[in-house]
């Protein structure tokens, strides 16, 4: 890959080594070729832009571009220089980020628009132990956001708000996923999360909304975090009563509506309890036993749980509701074969 060099007009960044190779944490990464617009590859990032400024980021922003096949990513080591990469780009394809604690694994899928830092980052303050793991799930082409690239990027901040837009969106889709995973039933999580993907990779067609992925059972259940056999059971209860539909290519078909808003009047489960305290405390072994805690907590408590409750018994009811029309119309239909026989 090319050296780093000093950008035309602009000097040096602090602390960056400016004779470090440009390379990336990779593990049979391919180059396709260098010096691609990058405006060209993802022309959303200049929608901020004024048309004189849109053509003066376009020839300065350019990227190169690598390309990496279906299966496994394995990332061990990193290059000094990508520590100081703002990232990579996903311009095509589909990625799957996995996260090992203890003996669950927590699955996100990456597209087109995510950026992602895929080489490991020592934190100190960490104190769970946990594995990463990458799987390339569609042939994917990235754009290397290098030190080249952020020192020309200083220029457009139109270029650079519009990137951070897409932190914060994957930031509220990981909010989406963690609130699908609380769901209470695993069949209500996999059809939650099924519309959640056919969201950005979803496309309706005659006979309801196509997600033109193949996604396995055992992938189904790290998003929604479950366990494989249950959600098996779930896809073949929801496919039963016509909500789903996994086809011969892998993908799957959606019908029916979707989990999303609360309905009027269905009260929202939070909790408004106090997370930290006011004041630190020291604790010794002379100081007297603690004071009871507040009544407005311990009620606040109880309204939790109380409401927690509530929406279980709605779920159930609703549930039993379900089942007790299908069993109607079972024997119904058994009963007129009958007559008929």
């Known amino acids: 890959m090319s050296e780093l060099g000093q950008i035309d007009g602009l000097g040096a960044a602090p602390g960056l080594d400016q004779r470090a190779p440009a390379e990336l944490p990779e593990h049979g990464i391919r180059s396709l070729r260098s010096g691609h617009a990058l405006l060209d590859l993802d022309p959303d990032l200049g929608r901020r832009l004024t048309p004189e400024r849109h053509v003066a980021a376009r020839a300065q922003l350019r990227v190169q571009v690598h390309r990496r096949p279906t299966g496994p990513w394995p990332i061990k080591t990193t290059a000094p220089s990508a520590m100081f990469h703002l990232g990579l780009l996903i311009i095509e394809g589909v990625i799957a980020s996995d996260v090992a604690l203890d003996d669950v694994v927590s699955t996100e899928l990456l597209g087109p628009g995510d950026i992602l830092r895929p080489w490991p980052v020592d934190d100190p303050e960490r104190m769970v132990g946990d594995e990463s793991g990458w799987l390339v799930l569609a042939p994917c082409r990235m754009a290397v956001l290098d030190q080249r690239f952020m020192l020309a990027l200083a220029r457009y901040p139109e270029v650079y708000a519009v990137l951070l837009e897409r932190m914060d969106r994957r930031a509220r889709r990981l909010g989406r996923t963690q609130a699908i995973a609380q769901l209470n039933r695993v069949e209500r999580r996999v059809l939650a999360m099924l519309w959640h993907l056919a969201e950005r990779w979803g496309r309706v067609t005659a006979d309801g909304v196509l997600i033109p992925l193949d ?80 009544p407005d907590v311990e009620v606040d408590e109880l309204e939790f749980r109380l409401r927690r409750l509530r929406r279980e018994a709605a779920a159930l009811e609703a549930d039993l509701d379900q089942r007790c029309k299908r069993m109607k119309t079972l024997r119904t239909g058994d009963g007129g074969s009958a007559r008929n026989a």
């Open 215 to 294: 996604i396995s059972h055992r992938l189904l259940a790290q998003l929604v975090g479950a366990r494989r056999p249950t959600v098996s059971t779930a896809v073949g209860e929801l496919a039963r009563v016509g909500q789903v539909q996994r086809r011969a290519d892998g993908s799957w078909l959606l019908q029916g509506e979707p989990i999303g808003v609360p309905r009027p009047g269905q009260e929202p489960l939070m909790s408004r309890r106090r997370l930290l305290t006011d004041k630190p405390a020291v604790v010794r072994d002379d100081d007297p036993p603690a004071a009871a805690p507040a």
